[in-house]
Each structure stands twice: as structure tokens, then as C-alpha cells.
């Protein structure tokens, strides 16, 4: 058994243990991005402009949707689709206790309210029951998150959306391609968001994103508020006049080009990501007290963050609070070269931009609110999108490796989280 890393002896991933990078960026890549600059067509609007066009009409094929928008970030996809959904002041949307903050900034940009629901203890996504016991008269929408890559329980939101005659927006950043009961992520609702992030597992060079849709009418309301709200499409010359209050959110050309590119590779890269990662859970799974993440059987994950819960009564260490335990096994395993993180530290209604009177982050303040939420936070660790790869099998076996390891030395863990917990009472 070898010394740990923190207490002098080897580290158990080895420092040059080959982490491919993300996005994988080739020649196709460099010549579609090449192929614009040299055609001179540097506008969505252009007419007969094609990259922008093809990317949408490739993704709502890939999709299953009837439409796709092409627009400037993920984070604009959210806004238009509220905005096309006729989602405004006095509305209130529901949203789930965890996700990155656009989320919820897209509903306030609406002037609508976040209000916020806890999330299921096993795939970290909206709990449909939390759903449904915030949902009132001023309800407008649905706003699930599919987090991490796994889609949400949409057919239980579904049925609570009929119920309740709700919009169903479907925040699809991190789960491009996933697939709910054989559907995939952005056919699942009246509109599905998706980020073009570099970081995110359809990538572009630098910031994009895409609405997609069944209905045409919620296609033309995206299309008119991402150009200023002209109506383009009923235009032969470009008149510049707004007819509703739009946005400036359309997408370059250019990261069209190579968001087309990185589009034929996607399934590809997301095999060789899965056998990589499947080898790691499977070890993951074999230790105790840790709870690798939860697939349900109709669906599937697309690994953008990979997420374990720590259980530390099963790692023999009782009477210590779950956030010191993570606390110190974050230490040892970085120690040891295992590029562990915590992804968020608190819950979206904690952060001030959303604790606002009248919003669940009134909630914020009473530290028993959101309670999945605030535990699935304090006893778990991720690794991030840039640490699941194509190619990165052999950086994934020695992540393994390394769990491994911390997990043969849970004396000395359970030691630092008892001294981490009478230091700082445990928390973050
Ligand atoms: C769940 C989620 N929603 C929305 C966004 C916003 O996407 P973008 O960064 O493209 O604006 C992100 C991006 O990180 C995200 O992870």
C-alpha cells in the first residue's frame, strides 16, 4: 500500500497521463472555419447564407424537431424561447434548485420570476413532485434542466404541464444527443435549448446555441426576436423595421461552419467518451460509500459532468458531516492527481441575484429549503467535461487508479474530516 500523495509518497496519477483535449479540433474544422472567411459571408442574414442555414436544418434533423434556430449563446437560446412562448412580467417559471445560473437569468431577463424547485437525490435533475408543489395560478412554464448530460423525468413534467396548461422549455446546454424513452433532448418540449459553449459536447469557436421547436409559430417568433424583431422571413429586401422588442442573438457564420463539422463527429466522440467512462464507473462502483451516477433504464447520459455522491457512513466514518468528508477526500484525491471539483458550491436560490421577495430564493435563507439540493451539493464531486474525452480511457484508469488508492487510506480521510469538521463545523 503506497504512502498518499499529501503525505509525501507518489502521486497515483502520473503527471503527464495524456488527458486529450476538448474541443478535438482538425483540419475539417480549420477549413469550414477557413471556407467562410475566404467566401466573404460573415452574416446570418446575408442572403443565402449557408452555414447557419445547414447547421439548422442538420440539428433539427439530428434532433427530430421540425425547426431550429441558430442564435448567440445558450443562454439566448432561454431567452428567446421564453420570449417566443409569450413568457413575461408576472409569469412564474420553475426551475430547478441546481443548474448553471443562466437558467434562471434567462427567466429574470424575461422579467419573469425563477422559482425554484429541489431536485431528485439520483439523477440531480427537477423532481417532478417539487415541480408540481410550487406550480400556481402564475405558473407560465416548465423549465427543466436535463444537468450533467442525463435527461429529465419528462414525461412525469409532461403530464404536469397538460395538467396545468404550462409551457415546457427544455434546458438541453449539457445534453446534446441524450435520449429520453428513444426521443432526444430538445423534441421533448415546446422549446429545446442548446449551448454551443466550447466547454459543452457540441462545441463551436467560442459562443453559440440553437432553439429547437415542433411548432413553426414559436420557429418565427425565435427567428424575428434573434434579428431585432424584423420579420425577415417575410422581407425580400431587409427593411429594418421591429416589430417586437428582439435581440441582436444571431449566430456567426463561422461558428455555424464549425459547429457542422463537430456535429458529423458528435456520436463518434461520444462512443469513445463512453468506453472510457463506463470502465471508470464500473470501478467507481466497487468501492464503498461512493454512489457513482444514477442511469434510469429509459434513458440515456451523455457524460458532460460526471457527478459521485460520498455516503460516509458506509466509509466507516461516522458522525461526521457529509461536507467534511468531501471536503477532505477533495484534498487527497487532488493530491493524487484526480482532478476532482465541486462544478457549484450552492444551490441557484442561494445566489443573489435570485433572492429576490417573491422568488423560491426567498427560501435561501433557511438553510432547510431545498434539501436535496443543499446535501447532493455538499457530499458529492464532479469531474468536468474537459476530463471526459475522447481518447482519455487511459487518464480515466488512472482517476480510477487514484480512487483507488484514497480508498485504501479511509483512516487517515476520516481523521482530516473529523479535524476539517472541528475547524470549520463542516461546511463547504
Ligand atoms: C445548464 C446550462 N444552461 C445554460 C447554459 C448557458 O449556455 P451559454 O454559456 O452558451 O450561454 C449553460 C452553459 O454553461 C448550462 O450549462
Known sequence: MSTLAMLGGPRAVPRDVGETGWPVITRA??????????????TATAPGEPEVAGLEEEWARY?????????????AALQLALAALGVGP??????????MNATALAVAQQ??????ADIDPRTFCLDPAAAAAVTGPRTAALLP??????PADMAELGRLAAR??????????????????????GALGDAGCFSLHPSKNLPTCGEGGLVTTSSADVDRAVRRLRTFGERLDQERTRSYVAHAVGWNHKLSPVQAAMARVQLAAMDDHARRREAGIRELLDRLGRLPGLRPPHVPSDRTHVWHILRVRIVPEELGIDGVPAGAV??????????EGVPVSRYQEVPLPDQPAFTAKGTGGDAARDPASFPVARAVLDDSLCLQRRHLNPGSAPALRAYADGFAKVWEHLDVVGRMARSLASSRGGAA
Not at 434542466?145 to 442525463?150: M, S, T
Open 164 to 185: 396545468r396548461g404550462l409551457a415546457v422549455v427544455e434546458d438541453a446546454a449539457q445534453a446534446h444527443g441524450a435520449r429520453y424513452r428513444g426521443t432526444r433532448t
Open 90 to 99: 408576472g409569469d412564474e417559471v420553475v426551475v430547478p434548485a441546481v443548474s
Open 29 to 42: 474544422d480549420e477549413e469550414a472555419v477557413l471556407r467562410v472567411l475566404r467566401g466573404g459571408v460573415l
Open 63 to 75: 434532433v427530430g424537431a421540425a425547426h431550429c434556430a441558430a442564435v448567440g449563446s445558450g443562454t
Open 145 to 150: 434542466v436535463h444537468l450533467h448530460g442525463l
Open 111 to 116: 422579467g419573469a420570476t425563477p422559482v425554484f
Open 326 to 335: 468531501r471536503r477532505a477526500l477533495h484534498r487527497v484525491l487532488r493530491a
